[in-house]
Nanobody
């Protein structure tokens, strides 16, 4: 299992912003895509945004226009700029990486948005 290290979660008021970051070991090869998922209490884990090594992005409809995903292939990192946060964005956010046909997950970082 490849260790993915997440950072950047926190508590903000509605309308606020955060930047989430995730890093896979720089020595790892074969990272084809990275992304973010989230899981709110009592709900299933859902896709937030993904980005391929080639830069193709995909967003959940609920975050389009508010969240921006970016990556640094040389460093095996992915970031998620989350803007205009809403209370319904409150969840544990998990980093995800596709490495050599396997899927790896981080432990998650909590984002809490108060109204």
């Amino acid at each position: 299992q490849v260790q993915l290290v997440e950072s950047g979660g926190g508590s903000v008021q509605a309308g606020g912003s955060l930047r989430l970051s995730c890093a896979a070991p720089r020595s790892i090869f074969g990272v084809s895509a990275m992304g973010w998922y989230r899981q709110a209490p009592g709900k299933q884990r859902e896709l937030v945004a993904t980005i391929t090594r080639g830069g193709t992005t995909n967003y959940a409809d609920s975050v389009k226009g508010r969240f921006i995903i970016s990556s640094d292939n040389a460093k095996n990192t992915v970031s998620l700029q989350v803007n205009s946060l809403k209370p319904e964005d409150t969840a544990v956010y998990y980093c995800n990486a596709h490495i050599s046909y396997n899927v790896h997950w981080g432990r998650g970082t909590q984002v809490t948005v108060s109204s």
